[in-house]
C-alpha cells in the first residue's frame, strides 16, 4: 500500500495543474542548461521560514541551504562530511554565485535549545553540538542585566546570523572573492508573526525593517 502523505500528493497536483503549466518553459530551460542562480540563501529548517515564499523566487533562482538555525561552521577541512561546507564550496567554485545571504529568524527552536535546558532534545545527540557553533561556553549565554526575555532570545537569534557571516570568512575561497568586491555577504532576520524582513546594515551592526527603510 502506498504510504505516501496524501497531502502533499494533493500539494503536488494542485502545482501541476496551476502553477507548472505557467513555468513549464522555465523547467524545460532549467533542465537543458543548468541552474545559474546569483544568490545563495542560508536559512532555517524550520517549516515556518520558506526563503522561496518570503522572497518570491521562481525556479532556479536560489541555491537554498536549511538547517537548524541557519548555522555556518567554521572553515574546517578535516576529512571529516561536512555538508554546510560542501554546499558552500558548489556555491561558489561551480555556481560562482554573486550573493550568500544568511537568514534567521523569531522564534528559533535552535536557539531555544541553546538557552533552555527544558527544550526538545537538549542537549540531544546532535543539537547541543551543532548550537555550540555559536558559543562554546553556556554559561556565556545569559541575559544582561535587566534584559527582558524576549529581548535576549532576539539578541541571540541575531548573533548567530553575525556569527555565521563571520565563520564565512574562514573559507579563502570565500574571503578572496569577498575581498576582491566580486562576492556580498548579507544578513537577514524574519519575524514569523507579522512577516517583516529586516536586514542585517554593516556599518551599525543593527537589523533596519525593509519596509521602513528607504532606498532598499
Not at 131 to 138: K, L, N, Q, R, V
Amino acid at each position: 500500500m502506498l504510504t505516501f502523505p496524501k497531502h502533499l500528493i494533493a500539494g503536488y497536483r494542485d502545482f501541476a495543474a496551476t502553477r507548472l503549466p505557467a513555468e513549464q518553459s522555465r523547467y524545460r530551460e532549467l533542465s537543458e542548461h543548468g541552474q545559474s542562480p546569483e544568490t545563495m540563501l542560508i536559512g532555517c529548517c524550520d517549516s515556518r521560514v520558506a526563503p522561496e515564499t518570503i522572497f518570491g523566487a521562481g525556479p532556479g533562482e536560489l541555491f537554498v541551504v536549511r538547517n537548524v538555525a541557519n548555522l555556518v561552521p567554521p572553515y574546517a577541512p578535516d576529512g571529516e562530511a561536512h555538508g554546510v561546507s560542501a554546499a558552500l564550496e558548489f556555491a561558489v567554485q561551480v555556481l560562482h554565485v554573486k550573493h550568500i545571504v544568511v537568514m534567521g529568524h523569531a522564534q528559533c527552536g535552535g536557539v531555544k535549545a541553546l538557552t533552555e535546558e527544558s527544550a526538545p532534545l537538549s542537549p540531544g545527540d546532535f543539537i547541543g553540538r551543532w548550537m555550540s557553533i555559536i558559543e562554546p561556553d553556556p554559561s556565556k549565554l545569559k541575559p544582561h542585566a535587566g534584559e527582558a526575555r524576549e529581548a535576549f532570545v532576539t539578541r541571540l537569534e541575531h548573533a548567530v546570523i553575525k556569527r555565521s557571516l563571520q565563520n564565512l570568512m574562514t573559507f579563502p575561497c570565500i574571503r578572496i572573492l569577498v575581498e576582491r568586491g566580486s562576492l556580498l555577504l548579507h544578513g537577514a532576520y524574519f519575524g514569523v508573526a507579522k512577516g517583516d524582513l529586516y536586514v542585517l546594515d554593516k556599518a551599525s551592526g543593527e537589523f533596519r525593517n525593509t519596509q521602513e527603510v528607504k532606498g532598499i
